[in-house]
């Protein structure tokens, strides 16, 4: 695939001979695959989830995280149409408002709820990743525009611990999780992941390479593959590449976010990842202890504590990173392009996050309890 641009960089306005746009030319896979995420997720023509209701949504959540530039990007696509009060628009939009705002809060009646109003399975997935991309996209722009010294006008609030679920048993009776963990966990789907003799021999193959073969999880994403493995391809891009912010940063990072959503999932993965990397196990385990609302940072050392704040301002909703923090980051060290690593780190996992998060729960599998 070739992308024909690069609409980031042109809502951020990046000087092509600057340090920022030498950092994302160094970071050229990840630069690449957001391009290419969202050039699949607005070209496909599906009569499950047409174009103009994509466009529409877009704007919408845009909107809701405060960015205004991405905003009147999807607003003025020649094919942009504004919802309208049918009950499938509707459910649509109150889908994608609880992502927005509250992930958490997602249950599988939600999802019963569109499949009713006539979504598709594929159609349910690619909205998920819709909203998903662009709570992504809009916290890329956000940092991109810190980096170059544009702050917007910030809401003041704190960037406090999320609430997370805190049910017993999950849908289907597993043992849920009630807090944050290092364990490894189970993820169960409240929408049928597609069976594997289902794909075709090229597309198993695309689910054999990123090793998603036996997976509920990437199997129900595949129901859109294209956009799936644009995400895959970003997301290694952001965390699997060499030099800028150690990688137990910016897995660290995903942790962050992940406990300002309340992901216990996503947080018991990437937590583990910081304490292997960082050997600081305790650290890490200080941040999965924070109670909903309290600061995240509280206790740590000084350079994890200005990644942890700018992290957390990053994932609130709309984003409140501010220049202040970022300074705080140049106070510790961290040059470009490893403030550009703990940004892309941290905005995917706005996407990542709220994917896990209304498509299905974590269980403690169990051989796990003792």
């Not at 997976?215 to 952001?238: H, M, W």
């Not at 993965?269 to 990397?277: I, N, P």
Request: aromatic content about 8%; some cysteine.
């Amino acid at each position: 695939m070739t992308y024909s641009h690069d609409l980031l960089a042109e809502l951020a306005d990046i000087d092509p001979a600057s340090a920022l746009a030498q950092a994302r030319a160094t970071r050229d896979a990840a630069t690449r695959h957001a391009q290419g995420s969202y050039e699949v997720l607005f070209s496909q023509r599906e009569s499950d989830f047409p174009l103009a209701e994509r466009l529409a949504l877009a704007a919408q959540v845009a909107e809701w995280h405060g960015a205004e530039r991405l905003r009147a990007h999807y607003a003025g696509h020649p094919t942009y149409q504004p919802l309208n009060d049918a009950a499938r628009h509707l459910l649509a939009r109150d889908f994608a408002e609880r992502l927005t705002f509250e992930p958490v809060a997602a249950a599988p009646e939600h999802i019963q709820a569109l499949r009713d109003a006539g979504w598709s399975e594929r159609g349910v997935v690619t909205l998920a990743q819709l909203v998903g991309f662009i709570s992504f996209q809009s916290r890329l722009l956000a940092g991109l525009r810190l980096l170059q010294g544009d702050e917007e006008e910030i809401n003041p609030r704190s960037a406090v611990a999320g609430r997370w679920h805190t049910g017993a048993r999950t849908a289907s009776g597993q043992t849920a999780l009630t807090a944050f963990t290092q364990a490894e966990l189970g993820w169960e789907p409240w929408l049928a992941a597609k069976p594997l003799a289902e794909f075709n021999a090229e597309e198993q193959a695309i689910l054999a390479r990123f090793g998603h073969s036996d997976s509920d999880y990437f199997r129900l994403l595949a129901r859109n593959q294209p956009v799936l493995e644009q995400r895959t391809l970003t997301d290694k891009g952001i965390f699997y590449t060499s030099g800028g912010l150690p990688r137990a940063e910016r897995e660290l990072a995903a942790t962050v976010a992940s406990k300002i959503n309340g992901c216990i999932y996503c947080a018991s993965v990437h937590a583990r990842k910081a304490s292997q990397l960082s050997k600081d196990n305790d650290a890490v385990q200080k941040l999965l202890n924070v109670v909903p609302g309290a600061v995240l940072s509280h206790g740590q050392s000084p350079r994890w504590a200005a990644e942890i704040d700018f992290a957390a301002s990053l994932s609130v909703t709309p984003a409140a990173a501010s220049l202040r923090q970022l300074q705080a980051l140049r106070d510790q060290g961290l040059d470009t392009l490893a403030q550009l690593d703990l940004i892309q780190s941290t905005a995917f996992f706005a996407w990542a996050n709220r994917l896990m998060l209304t498509l299905g729960e974590p269980f403690l599998p169990s051989d796990a309890q003792g």
